[in-house]
């Protein structure tokens, strides 16, 4: 079973959600990059809920049948890189994110509206 990467994207934005991260946003790169087609930036108040966020993602990802291609920066906890294939998870803590400012430095793409 495939996933679409708009579906999984959604699976990534309910998982992150149900374990309280903040300020989720979803960036569509569909004709931006060859990267990934979905960005997904969100940001926890902890080292702990960072990976709590990670360990959600992974595990309602892989329920639905997409496979993790990589993972960086669990053993800080500070910027997770959740590799989905098509999606790519950023778990900031907080203050990295506002420091790092992905959503500034992927301006051009746009900004996916989620349910």
Not at 8 to 15: E, F, N, Y
Not at 73 to 88: I, K, P, S
Not at 101 to 113: I, Q
Request: with cysteine; hydrophobic share 45%; proline share 1%.
């Amino acid at each position: 079973m495939t996933i679409q990467p708009n579906e999984l994207m959604q699976v990534v934005v309910d998982a992150a959600e149900d374990k309280k991260a903040q300020k989720i946003v979803a960036l569509g790169l569909q004709g931006i990059s060859l990267v990934a087609d979905y960005f997904v930036i969100c940001h926890g108040n902890s080292d702990t809920q960072v990976l709590s966020i990670t360990t959600e993602i992974k595990k309602r990802a892989e329920e639905k049948g997409a496979r993790v291609k990589g993972i960086e920066g669990t053993d800080t906890a500070r910027w997770v890189l959740l590799d989905l294939g098509d999606v790519v998870v950023h778990i900031f803590h907080r203050d990295e994110r506002e420091y790092y400012n992905l959503e500034r430095l992927w301006s051009d793409a746009k900004v996916v509206e989620f349910a």
